[in-house]
């Protein structure tokens, strides 16, 4: 079962079943954390869109709404899965 969003967008979702249940694009497995991180690197939707071809521009705005009004726990969630991956065997 998810659950829906304390704030921003219908089309980010928490699903214990996928990623966790990290927020994540609704249809999708892709993290909002991941559409963030892009969205730092680039600035660009058309190049977040690059990299997450499934996701259109709406999605992806609906994303970084997400992140603007849950940004702590999104940085937290990017910080957290960096240090995983610097200290994964």
């Known amino acids: ?4 969003p304390r704030r921003g967008s219908a089309r980010i979702i928490r699903d214990p079943r996928i ?9 999708t497995r892709v993290p909002v954390r991941s559409v963030v ?7 660009d ?3 977040v869109h690059d990299a997450f071809p ?7 705005k609906s ?9 702590a726990e999104i940085d937290r ?3 957290e ?6 200290t994964a065997d």
């Open 1 to 4: 079962m998810h659950t829906a």
């Open 19 to 27: 990623c966790g249940g990290q927020p994540t694009v609704a249809g």
């Open 37 to 43: 991180i892009q969205w730092q690197l680039y600035g």
């Open 45 to 47: 939707y058309d190049q």
């Open 54 to 60: 499934r996701l259109d521009i709406s999605a992806i």
């Open 63 to 71: 994303a970084l709404e997400f992140y603007e009004n849950n940004r």
């Open 77 to 79: 969630l990017i910080e």
């Open 81 to 86: 899965n960096e240090r995983a991956a610097y």
